[in-house]
């Protein structure tokens, strides 16, 4: 799958990206929730938006922290974007769309990491290393479901 590589200089920035991925992850789930013909999918897909949902909102109070504190240490981050096909879920088999949503989880447990591992400050390293253990989560649950099919 293309990337597209970014360089950041600032945490705005960098919780700005990571902020926009949850967005899409949550309306990924609300989409695949509506769309399940049985409840336990449409549990997990619901279960899964809510968790993206509370990435948001941590994210969002770590920026607004740091915002006040002027970013603690300097930042120069490059992260690679996944470049996401254009085909409409609508119009994808069930399997397919599990398989995009776990391709989607892969990314962002990578993008967690590969920032956390270029920041300075302990607490955001912490934090974008917790992130990233979130998305392997459900990255495992997606795959035992698509284990399944």
């Given at each position: 799958?293309?990337q597209?590589?970014l360089?950041f200089?600032?945490y705005?920035?960098v919780?700005d990206l990571?902020?926009?991925e949850?967005?899409?992850?949550?309306e990924l789930?609300?989409?695949l929730?509506?769309?399940?013909?049985?409840?336990?999918?449409?549990?997990?897909?619901k279960q899964?938006?809510?968790?993206e949902?509370?990435?948001?909102?941590?994210l969002?109070?770590m920026r607004?922290?740091?915002h006040?504190a002027?970013?603690?240490?300097?930042?120069?981050?490059?992260?690679d974007?996944?470049?996401?096909p254009t085909?409409?879920?609508?119009?994808?088999?069930?399997?397919?769309i599990?398989?995009?949503a776990?391709n989607?989880?892969t990314h962002a447990?990578?993008?967690?990491l590969?920032i956390?591992?270029q920041?300075q400050?302990q607490?955001?390293?912490?934090?974008f290393?917790?992130?990233?253990?979130?998305?392997?989560?459900?990255?495992?649950?997606l795959e035992?479901?698509l284990s399944?099919f």
């Amino acid at each position: 799958m293309p990337q597209k590589y970014l360089t950041f200089s600032n945490y705005n920035d960098v919780f700005d990206l990571l902020i926009s991925e949850e967005e899409k992850a949550v309306e990924l789930y609300n989409s695949l929730a509506s769309r399940s013909e049985t409840l336990e999918y449409k549990q997990t897909f619901k279960q899964l938006s809510r968790e993206e949902t509370g990435h948001i909102s941590r994210l969002k109070a770590m920026r607004e922290h740091y915002h006040r504190a002027n970013f603690p240490a300097p930042v120069s981050v490059k992260a690679d974007l996944m470049v996401r096909p254009t085909r409409p879920f609508n119009t994808q088999t069930l399997k397919a769309i599990f398989q995009s949503a776990i391709n989607e989880e892969t990314h962002a447990e990578k993008l967690y990491l590969k920032i956390a591992g270029q920041v300075q400050d302990q607490e955001l390293q912490q934090l974008f290393d917790q992130m990233a253990e979130h998305e392997k989560n459900h990255r495992l649950r997606l795959e035992k479901l698509l284990s399944y099919f």
